[in-house]
């Protein structure tokens, strides 16, 4: 093993400093691709999460005060910081997720600095408006911070998660405390020591660990105005209720099984880098995946046939070594929620067409799995997998295809790959999905508004919509002139 100098050297990050408490939980840090220990962190103690909500709570109304440039100078220096060190970055979050370095290097650490640069951009530009009324009565509105949010992280995007709801938390003059994924610790630790060193005040960003509990008291104390999370449908809905308890603002990122339809006039080279893209980057653990992989039977055999020849170049080995493209699973726990589904999907009679095995080395490695012939009413159809497992399903025309896209209650994203470009903006139009692809996959820049319709959640990270979750507006009514009353 290397010695990773980036390492965090405790558990806890609260009001600048990192923290321990020996008496919480411990928590074991596995390396995907080997299945050993790397680390150990400790759950937050309740006077540890005390100590996070007093150090948010202090911080808040001196970090409002500043002007949306000061803070934003900070989030983008915090930025250059991340751009700078993204290497060290980059091997934290392999060793944390086990994702091949030739993504994590792309993907994680650098959307988080591109979140923290735009909303540090944007910090600045935020205002409120006037509004003029008769008689020279004006009212005007001040966009005011919520106060202190929790952040809630799952494990597959541990940095990028962190940055995504700090950045425009900060923007907005919040402070925050965010729990990462038991699974995922080590990331989001290291995002906050930047952040204190690109200038936060101590309490502005800080991270405790800890499995749901931890998380569920935070977002049941009464000095928490708003809670994000990164999660499953099931934990959305324990933590919207919770919110919902106290009347907090929410955002919900929760899961999706989402269509990707493929018609037969579709450029088909570029239809099944989406359907790889959507399937098999960080080995199928992507929320936005197009799972339901709908081919149009003019092209199902040619589709199959050129997507079996290019999973022979998935390189699946060493995270660490960059030709490696295919890494692990996160965990032991994950790997066997997905052959439990390659074992259904089997039973129930879809075609195994590659894979669906565990692979024969150290580590949470699975084959990248296709089923063909797979029909709506199969497990593998209907539930999340949250794995390397691309259900292919066949059929005839556009309208069939739209209404068996939308049999879902998940809402998340939807795809098209087609050359007709009126059928594709019909198509996205159609889609019951907050984030839509024409001739591509998997995009979500940090320019464009990202999240779910139904199931799939509530609220929008990314873009200046995600402002509007971080926010509050208050009216001030001006009187110009004597004040009547009846009597
Ligand atoms: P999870 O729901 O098991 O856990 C998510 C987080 O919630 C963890 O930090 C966990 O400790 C915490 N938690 C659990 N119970 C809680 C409670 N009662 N109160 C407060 N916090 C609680 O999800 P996971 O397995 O870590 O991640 C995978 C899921 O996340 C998938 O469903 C995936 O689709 C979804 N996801 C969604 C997005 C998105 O942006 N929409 C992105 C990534 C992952």
Redesign the pocket.
């Known amino acids: 093993m290397r010695n990773y100098h980036a390492r965090p050297t405790g558990s806890h990050f609260i009001a600048g400093l990192y923290v321990e408490d020996d008496d919480g939980t411990p928590i074991e840090v596995i390396y995907p691709a080997t299945g050993q220990k790397i680390a150990e962190v400790h759950a937050a103690t309740p006077a540890v999460v005390r100590h996070a909500l007093d150090a948010a709570q202090r911080a808040q109304p001196a970090w409002a005060a500043m002007s949306g440039t000061e803070r934003g100078r900070i989030l983008r220096r915090a930025a250059d910081m991340i751009r700078a060190r993204n290497r060290e970055l980059s091997e934290l979050e392999t060793l944390d997720t086990g994702k091949p370095i030739q993504e994590t290097l792309v993907a994680d650490a650098t959307s988080g600095a591109d979140a923290l640069e735009y909303f540090g951009g944007l910090a600045g530009a935020l205002t409120g408006e006037h509004i003029q009324l008769a008689g020279g009565d004006f009212v005007y509105s001040r966009r005011e911070a919520l106060g202190v949010c929790v952040g809630?992280?799952?494990?597959?995007?541990p940095t990028q998660?962190a940055c995504w709801k700090a950045a425009p938390a900060l923007a907005c003059g919040n402070t925050m405390i965010f729990?990462?994924?038991?699974?995922t610790p080590l990331s989001a630790l290291k995002v906050a020591e930047i952040l204190t060193e690109a200038g936060a005040p101590p309490g502005v960003f800080n991270v405790v660990q800890?499995?749901?509990?931890?998380?569920?008291a935070?977002?049941s104390d009464p000095r928490v105005a708003k809670v994000s999370?990164?999660?499953?449908?099931?934990?959305?809905q324990?933590?919207y209720a919770?919110a919902a308890a106290g009347v907090k603002n929410v955002t919900m990122?929760?899961?999706?099984k989402s269509p990707l339809l493929v018609f037969d006039d579709a450029d088909i080279e570029s239809a099944v880098s989406g359907a790889i893209l959507g399937n098999f980057y960080s080995t199928g653990q992507?929320?936005?995946n197009g799972t339901r992989v709908f081919v149009q039977k003019g092209i199902k055999a040619a589709f199959l046939d050129r997507l079996a020849e290019r999973l022979k170049n998935a390189v699946i080995g060493d995270p660490l070594d960059m030709a490696t493209n295919f890494g692990p699973m996160v965990s032991e726990g994950?790997l066997n929620i997905v052959l439990n589904y390659i074992a259904k999907g089997v039973a129930e009679g879809a075609r195994l067409v590659a894979g669906g095995k565990r692979v024969a080395r150290d580590g949470f490695y699975l084959e990248p799995t296709v089923f063909a012939d797979v029909t709506d009413d199969m497990t593998i159809a209907r539930e999340?997998i949250?794995g390397p497992v691309m259900c292919v399903l066949d059929f005839d025309d556009e309208a069939e295809a739209m209404a068996r896209a939308n049999a879902t209650e998940y809402g998340?994203a939807a795809g098209v790959f087609t050359r007709d470009i009126q059928r594709a903006h019909r198509v996205a139009a159609g889609f019951e999905a907050g984030t839509c692809y024409i001739n591509t996959y998997n995009d979500a820049p940090v320019e464009a508004p990202?999240?779910?319709m139904k199931l799939?959640?509530v609220g929008r990270?990314n873009s200046k919509a995600a402002i509007e979750h971080y926010s509050q507006l208050k009216s001030v009514y001006v009187k110009m002139g004597p004040l009547d009353a009846p009597f």
Do not use: D
């Open positions: 809630i992280g799952a494990w597959n995007y998660i729990k990462p994924s038991e699974t800890g499995m749901g509990e931890v998380g569920a935070l977002v999370l990164t999660g499953s449908v099931p934990t959305g324990k933590v919770a990122e929760l899961g999706g992507v929320c936005s994950q999340e949250f998340l990202f999240g779910g799939s959640g990270e």
